[in-house]
């Protein structure tokens, strides 16, 4: 099948690609990289090859930097280093996960075995999981347009958290995987997007009622959630076999797991009982140890998505099978036909130890069931895809 990618890439450096029409790239100035865009308005991402123990010399966005016009852009200069040119740019508050091979799987359980590679189209991500209050929005909407058995939805936290004013910012929970669907399709709606989420038989909207085989169109512009491919591809964000959507290659999982990375049991953050704000990894969290306080770090991973590990799991589109994977479906799939288990479930949560929070752990739980500490984001479709 023909795609159409949504970027160009050059790479400089000892392994140089080119591609045009590109940037033209000066080279470095006091260790700033610095280029000057051929085409007017033209959006870069700045990539480079981090050459240090923290990064495990992978592949990382440089501080998931763009530059939408001209200028000079000023972070530590690689060895080598890109300049992606966005040829579609994210919609608001979602990321883009570029087409290409994801790695999946792992050696730590059954279920996640074999490791093997998938191709996935490319797709926007939200880069937090849903907070209430977009859900409540969303939800007020749809009540009124059809909608008719949206629940309410909870904000996420048990204990008082250090700002009650601020629950509307945890991610949504106790709302279950048809819940989430209804709700994906009234966000599209909403906005005027084709919904993804469909009827059997009749392609009429998914709009009420529990209906456990409801068709998705992964062509179609709206918003659903992400498939389990959809889902590992953006948590690893680039790199490969990493335990955690951050550097953790190697050993045990639990030794690349602190309080200042993510949201799980006994991580001794300020919202230990609950849920912490969604996206709240971003450098502003705080820990306390004692009658210690410190800050921790900016968590996006390569994407440039949160809480891809911990805070509230999320919900996936496929039936879980835990033999699932040695069926090897290469491009884009989308799960088995049924399952007596339910839905998949990823990421883990702040009710979760370490194992739960690893890019590759798999689980599922019944498509009806509520959880203070479940959530969901959305996909969106972004590659365009042609006949064969």
Same mark, same amino acid.
């Given at each position: ?24 790239? *000066? !080279?470095?100035?006091n ?8 085409i007017?308005?033209?959006t870069?991402? =700045? ?12 592949w ?16 530590p200069?690689?060895?080598e ?16 996960? @570029?087409?290409g ?11 996640e ?15 937090? @999981? ?8 969303? #939800?007020?909407w ?5 909608? &008719?058995?949206?629940?309410?939805g909870?904000?996420g ?16 929970v ?16 909403a906005?005027?997007?084709d ?12 709009? &009420?009622? @529990? ?28 790199? =490969?076999?990493n335990?955690?959507?951050w550097?953790?290659?190697?050993? #045990? ?6 309080? &200042?990375?993510?949201?799980? =049991? ?5 919202? @230990? ?8 990894y ?18 996006? *991973? ?13 919900? %996936?589109?496929?039936?879980?099978? !835990? ?6 479906v ?12 339910? #839905? ?15 890019c ?17 984001? %959305?996909?969106?479709r972004?590659?365009?895809i042609? !006949?064969?």
């Amino acid at each position: 099948m023909k795609r159409m990618l949504p970027l160009l890439l050059v790479w400089f450096g000892a392994a140089a690609l080119r591609a045009g029409p590109l940037p033209f790239v *000066n !080279g470095t100035q006091n260790g700033a990289l610095v280029w000057t865009n051929e085409i007017p308005d033209a959006t870069y991402r =700045v990539l480079g090859l981090v050459n240090s123990g923290d990064y495990h010399a992978t592949w990382q966005q440089a501080q998931g930097l763009q530059m939408p016009t001209n200028g000079e852009l000023r972070v530590p200069a690689p060895t080598e280093f890109g300049v992606l040119r966005l040829t579609h740019l994210p919609p608001a508050g979602m990321a883009l996960v @570029e087409a290409g091979e994801v790695v999946r799987g792992s050696g730590e359980a059954a279920e996640e075995m074999p490791i093997h590679t998938n191709f996935i189209d490319s797709f926007y991500v939200d880069r937090i @999981e849903v907070p209430f209050a977009l859900w409540d929005r969303v #939800r007020r909407w749809g009540l009124t347009n059809g909608y &008719t058995d949206l629940p309410p939805g909870d904000s996420g936290w048990i204990q008082s958290p250090p700002a009650p004013n601020s629950a509307s910012n945890h991610p949504v929970v106790n709302i279950n995987w048809y819940d989430a669907l209804k709700w994906c399709n009234a966000r599209s709606e909403a906005e005027g997007l084709d919904p993804a989420i469909r009827m059997p038989f009749t392609a009429d909207v998914f709009r &009420t009622g @529990e209906i456990d085989n409801p068709v998705l169109d992964l062509l179609a512009m709206g918003y659903r959630l992400p498939t389990e491919a959809e889902w590992e591809k953006a948590a690893r964000g680039g790199p =490969v076999l990493n335990h955690y959507p951050w550097p953790s290659l190697g050993g #045990r999982p639990a030794d690349h797991l602190d309080a &200042t990375r993510a949201n799980y =049991v006994s991580s001794a953050d300020l919202y @230990e009982a609950g849920t912490t704000p969604a996206g709240w990894y971003n450098g502003s969290q705080w820990i306390v140890v004692g009658f210690i306080r410190f800050p921790g770090r900016d968590m996006a *991973n390569g994407y440039g998505l949160y809480d891809m590990a911990g805070n509230v799991s999320e919900w %996936c589109w496929d039936w879980y099978d !835990g033999a699932y994977y040695d069926n090897r479906v290469y491009e884009n799939p989308t799960g088995p036909d049924s399952s007596i288990f339910g #839905r998949v479930v990823r990421g883990g949560d702040w009710y979760s130890d370490a194992n739960w929070l690893r890019c590759a752990a798999r689980a599922y739980d019944g498509a009806y069931e509520l959880r203070n500490y479940r959530g969901f984001r %959305c996909v969106r479709r972004a590659s365009v895809i042609s !006949g064969p």
